[in-house]
């Protein structure tokens, strides 16, 4: 899967996480919807406003599955 099907895929989860549709997701949405998020919320959350932005979210998400610049394929 291409990274950015994964990004789509991660769009998708976001916007459905996001029971308000403000486009951040509070702790408690996280919690209910996101689980395995949870644990790591608080560092996740940069400027400590008790939410995930899009913006944070979208950086875990990039951290994760983007491959580091030059960086090889695995065989």
Do not use: I
Not at 48 to 75: C, F, T, W
Request: aromatic share 12%; net charge positive.
């Amino acid at each position: 899967m291409t990274y950015a099907k994964v990004r789509a895929e991660y769009q998708k989860v976001f916007r459905l996480a996001d029971v308000d549709q403000d486009y951040q997701l509070s702790r408690h949405e996280t919690e209910e919807r996101l689980p395995r998020l949870l644990a790591d919320f608080s560092r996740l959350d940069a400027n400590s406003d008790g939410y995930l932005s899009h913006g944070e979210y979208m950086g875990y998400v990039q951290g994760r599955y983007r491959k580091p610049r030059g960086a090889k394929p695995h065989p």
